[in-house]
Structures are given as structure tokens and as C-alpha cells.
């Protein structure tokens, strides 16, 4: 590499105490240090994207790299990032990123590696690993979107798109933006397991967002009208706010899709992110049950939540059906493989790893362990995920709890109200593992 160059971005305002630390001391700091770094200073506030855009525009060597500031290379970081790039000139390569401990700045590898992904409301998310990238588990594999922040593009490519649009405004989108452009306009994009780059999570914020309303929905209708054809619907459908949303002007965008004779949204999701679909449905899938759960073996009993709060530990009742008795006892085992009082956000939740342990209700988070609940039609059970168990019950006490699921015991058995056999038939390929 022949330079580096630093775009400072002018995070803070004149107004907070410590704004001086990016100008003179930053600038004194490169002139007696790094000999090599360059730093351009904005003449306003004007966010990641456009600071990197204007670090771009003077950068002069064949392949231009994106860090954050909270960032540390890691040892011999820099030629697996290179390589792919060698080969084909539009291949961006994004490192590993890694973990440094914001209190103590210890340093831990995050994981050993997912491809990039997204949900319909533009959260970023992560896919497995493909068998064939587990076969060559140092290998560059290639990822349907980049985090955000890391990696390597050759200064053609990254011109020959157009860069960042400029029209993104100080943070949110920029990374889907790229992505797709690389994928949808004849690139690819990789990440690669033996570059290394340890990153600051930080906890809070330091300083505040500018006052410019929501320039993340802005930025998000950008991508969605430029990029993502009819797939933009299931985004609005979750944001209808959205709509309502000015993009400003995407003249240039889309004639630079137009240009290049980039390829459909549509292509992207078949042939890239092909897998995203099952894991986060661009349309919800129905429920895969509702209604009353009501005990076999005390079958005047149901599970009854009474309309309480989260933590709230959750019991049997008399079943209220067709009668004029009070209770909550309607709820969904929903795509998301959790159950929930239907309407509410609060789901059925176990955390003690005892026998005999409360079920109780806590807000959702899509099902990971202590949520996830699985019907078995044929048995009858409610199982548990993690170490299975299912749901039990001493309907003399009306206490409800999980235990090792056993043949033979009756209080284990429920009957769910309406079953989707069709759903539950396909419970492997709907949702979460
Ligand atoms: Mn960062």
C-alpha cells in the first residue's frame, strides 16, 4: 500500500467538551507518528459515509481499505485481503472481525465465521456456514452482506459502482447499499477467515445524533427503491412509515444500475442469499397452533396467564371456554417456535435448568433456548428447547412446570386447541432451528 489516509469525520459538536481531541491534537499526533497517514478535516458534521467517500475520492493505490477508528489489525491482516482481490479485481474481501473488550480491551475471536444477512426491517443479520465452506475452513467464503464497517475493494470496482451513494446521510444502510451494488452489478463479496481485525463494541454512544430526523429511514427507502424491486414491499410492510418517506433524488442511482445493466433484487435472493428466506421470511408464516392448552389429564384445566406482566409465573386455571369465568387463555405457538398469550409480546419462558422449573413470562427474543417450544402432535407434548423437557403440570396444586419428558406420565400431555398439521409437518424448514 502507498498511503494510508484518514478521513476525520468531525463527530462532535463544537459544543461538547471534547471536540478539540479530532483537530489539532489529531493533526499533531499523524505529523510526529505516522508518517504515511494523510487527514482530511470536513467543514461540517457529515457522518461515516460521506467521510469515507471523501478519503476515498484522494486515495491513489489500486485497492482502497475501510476500517473504523476502534479498530486494531491483527498480525499479517493485510495480504489474505489482498489475494482474492489479485484474482478478481471485483472481489471485495471483508476480515474477521474480532472482539476487544471495551472495559479492558482484552481480545477474543467473535466466532468462527457466518455469511452476512439481513432481516425485513433492515437489521443485520447472520447465515451458517455452507458445507462447502466448511471443507476449506481458512479459505475466503463468499458472505450475501458485509457488517458494515471492514474491508478491501479495489479502487476500480469501488469507482465503477459509483462508490457509497451520496445521498446516504451519516450512518444506516451504506453497508446493504454496497453489498447488493456488488453482488447485482457483477462482483462478489468475500470474507476471509485468516485476516484478522479486532473492533471496539462499544456500550453507549458518546455523542449524539444529529438532529436531521430519520435519515436511517431515509438512507433504508434509498437502498430499497434503487436495489431491491419488489422486495422493497416487505420492508414497507414492517416500516409502513417508511412510505411516507422522501428519498430525495435517485436519478443517478438508478441510471447507474441501468449503466451497468445490474442484475434483479430478485437474482440476488435466488442465487446469493438463497437460504435468508427460511430463516427470516420475507412473509410471516402462519401460526403453528392457537388457541387453549388445555390438560389431558385434568382436562377442566388450562394454562391461564391472567393477563399479568412479564415475570409473571404462569398456572392453571379453569378452563374459561363458554363460560363467563375471566382469564387469558388464548395463545399462539408462533413461527418463531415460542408461545405467546395471543397479541402480546411476552412469551413462555424457562430459565432454570432444574426439574420442576416455573414457566414464566418474559418479553420475546425469538426463541433462542429458554423460549423455544416445539408441539408434538403424536405425544402430546409441549417440549422445551435446549436440554428437552416438557411441559408438566400438578393439577392439584394448579402449578405448572417443565420435567424430563417421560412416556408414560399423562399430566405431560396438552391438547393444543388448533394444531396447523401442515405447519408442524414442515416445523424443520419454518423459522429458527
Ligand atoms: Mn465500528
Given at each position: 500500500?502507498?498511503?494510508?489516509?484518514?478521513?476525520?469525520?468531525?463527530?462532535?459538536?463544537?459544543?461538547?467538551?471534547?471536540?478539540?481531541?479530532?483537530?489539532?491534537?489529531?493533526?499533531?499526533?499523524?505529523?510526529?507518528?505516522?508518517?504515511?497517514?494523510?487527514?482530511?478535516?470536513?467543514?461540517?458534521?457529515?457522518?461515516l459515509?460521506?467521510?469515507?467517500?471523501?478519503?476515498?475520492?484522494?486515495?491513489?493505490?489500486?485497492?482502497?481499505i475501510?476500517?473504523?477508528?476502534?479498530?486494531?489489525?491483527?498480525?499479517?491482516?493485510?495480504?489474505?485481503?489482498?489475494?482474492?482481490?489479485a484474482?478478481?479485481?471485483?472481489?471485495?474481501?471483508?476480515?474477521?472481525?474480532?472482539?476487544?473488550?471495551?472495559?479492558?480491551?482484552?481480545?477474543?475471536?467473535?466466532?468462527?465465521?457466518?455469511?452476512?444477512?439481513?432481516?425485513?426491517?433492515?437489521?443485520?443479520?447472520?447465515?451458517?456456514?455452507?458445507?462447502?465452506?466448511?471443507?476449506?475452513?481458512?479459505?475466503?467464503?463468499?458472505?450475501?452482506?458485509?457488517?458494515?464497517?471492514?474491508?478491501?475493494?479495489?479502487?476500480?470496482?469501488?469507482?465503477?459502482?459509483?462508490?457509497?451513494?451520496?445521498?446516504?446521510?451519516?450512518?444506516?444502510?451504506?453497508?446493504y447499499?454496497?453489498?447488493?451494488?456488488?453482488w447485482?452489478?457483477?462482483?462478489?463479496?468475500?470474507?476471509?477467515p485468516?485476516?484478522?481485525?479486532?473492533?471496539?463494541?462499544?456500550?453507549?454512544?458518546?455523542?449524539?445524533?444529529?438532529?436531521?430526523?430519520?435519515?436511517?429511514?431515509k438512507?433504508?427507502?434509498?437502498?430499497?427503491?434503487?436495489?431491491?424491486?419488489?422486495?422493497?414491499?416487505?420492508?414497507?410492510?414492517?416500516?409502513?412509515?417508511?412510505?411516507?418517506?422522501?428519498?430525495?433524488?435517485?436519478?443517478?442511482?438508478k441510471?447507474?444500475?441501468?449503466?451497468?445493466?445490474?442484475?434483479?433484487?430478485?437474482?440476488?435472493?435466488?442465487?446469493?442469499?438463497?437460504?435468508?428466506?427460511l430463516?427470516?421470511?420475507?412473509?410471516?408464516?402462519?401460526?403453528?397452533?392457537?388457541?387453549?392448552?388445555r390438560?389431558?389429564?385434568?382436562?377442566?384445566?388450562?394454562?391461564?396467564?391472567e393477563?399479568?406482566?412479564?415475570?409473571h409465573?404462569i398456572?392453571?386455571?379453569?378452563?374459561?371456554?363458554?363460560?363467563?369465568?375471566?382469564?387469558?387463555?388464548?395463545?399462539?405457538?408462533?413461527?418463531?417456535?415460542?408461545?405467546?398469550?395471543?397479541?402480546?409480546?411476552?412469551?413462555?419462558?424457562v430459565?432454570?435448568?432444574?426439574?420442576?422449573?416455573?414457566?414464566?413470562?418474559?418479553?420475546?427474543?425469538?426463541?433462542?433456548?429458554?423460549?423455544?417450544?416445539?408441539?408434538?402432535?403424536?405425544?402430546?407434548?409441549?417440549?422445551?428447547g435446549?436440554?428437552p423437557?416438557?411441559?408438566?403440570?400438578?393439577?392439584?396444586?394448579?402449578?405448572?412446570?417443565v420435567?424430563?419428558?417421560?412416556d408414560?406420565?399423562?399430566?405431560?400431555?396438552?391438547?393444543?386447541?388448533?394444531?396447523?398439521?401442515?405447519?408442524?409437518a414442515?416445523?424443520?424448514?419454518?423459522?429458527?432451528?
Amino acid at each position: 500500500m502507498e498511503q494510508f489516509i484518514a478521513a476525520a469525520q468531525e463527530l462532535l459538536t463544537d459544543t461538547w467538551n471534547g471536540s478539540a481531541f479530532t483537530k489539532k491534537p489529531l493533526d499533531d499526533y499523524v505529523a510526529a507518528n505516522l508518517t504515511k497517514v494523510k487527514v482530511i478535516h470536513l467543514s461540517e458534521r457529515s457522518g461515516l459515509i460521506r467521510a469515507r467517500l471523501a478519503g476515498a475520492k484522494i486515495a491513489t493505490a489500486s485497492v482502497i481499505i475501510f476500517l473504523d477508528s476502534h479498530t486494531e489489525a491483527n498480525v499479517n491482516w493485510l495480504p489474505p485481503l489482498l489475494e482474492p482481490i489479485a484474482q478478481d479485481y471485483k472481489t471485495c474481501v471483508c476480515p474477521f472481525i474480532d472482539v476487544i473488550q471495551y472495559e479492558t480491551f482484552e481480545y477474543r475471536a467473535q466466532d468462527e465465521g457466518a455469511r452476512g444477512a439481513f432481516d425485513w426491517e433492515f437489521y443485520y443479520k447472520r447465515l451458517p456456514l455452507l458445507p462447502e465452506d466448511l471443507e476449506h475452513p481458512t479459505e475466503p467464503f463468499k458472505s450475501p452482506v458485509m457488517a458494515g464497517g471492514l474491508f478491501a475493494i479495489s479502487r476500480k470496482f469501488f469507482w465503477e459502482l459509483g462508490g457509497y451513494d451520496e445521498g446516504l446521510d451519516i450512518w444506516g444502510g451504506e453497508q446493504y447499499e454496497l453489498s447488493f451494488k456488488i453482488w447485482q452489478c457483477g462482483g462478489q463479496m468475500v470474507d476471509a477467515p485468516c485476516s484478522r481485525v479486532g473492533h471496539i463494541y462499544r456500550k453507549f454512544a458518546p455523542f449524539p445524533n444529529p438532529g436531521r430526523g430519520d435519515f436511517v429511514g431515509k438512507n433504508y427507502k434509498r437502498v430499497a427503491e434503487v436495489w431491491m424491486d419488489e422486495y422493497a414491499e416487505f420492508l414497507y410492510k414492517r416500516r409502513p412509515q417508511y412510505r411516507n418517506i422522501d428519498p430525495g433524488d435517485l436519478t443517478k442511482q438508478k441510471a447507474l444500475r441501468e449503466r451497468l445493466k445490474c442484475k434483479p433484487f430478485k437474482w440476488f435472493m435466488k442465487e446469493i442469499a438463497f437460504d435468508l428466506p427460511l430463516k427470516y421470511p420475507p412473509i410471516e408464516p402462519d401460526d403453528f397452533g392457537s388457541g387453549e392448552v388445555r390438560s389431558i389429564a385434568a382436562p377442566e384445566l388450562c394454562v391461564d396467564t391472567e393477563h399479568k406482566p412479564r415475570d409473571h409465573v404462569i398456572k392453571l386455571k379453569e378452563c374459561i371456554k363458554g363460560t363467563r369465568k375471566s382469564g387469558e387463555q388464548n395463545f399462539t405457538l408462533t413461527w418463531h417456535k415460542d408461545v405467546r398469550p395471543s397479541g402480546r409480546t411476552l412469551c413462555w419462558d424457562v430459565s432454570d435448568p432444574n426439574d420442576k422449573a416455573d414457566v414464566v413470562l418474559y418479553p420475546c427474543h425469538g426463541s433462542k433456548g429458554n423460549q423455544y417450544w416445539k408441539y408434538d402432535v403424536e405425544k402430546q407434548w409441549l417440549i422445551h428447547g435446549g436440554n428437552p423437557r416438557c411441559l408438566d403440570c400438578d393439577p392439584g396444586a394448579k402449578r405448572l412446570y417443565v420435567s424430563i419428558c417421560d412416556d408414560s406420565s399423562k399430566t405431560q400431555k396438552w391438547r393444543f386447541e388448533n394444531i396447523n398439521l401442515k405447519m408442524i409437518a414442515d416445523w424443520d424448514d419454518i423459522g429458527p432451528p
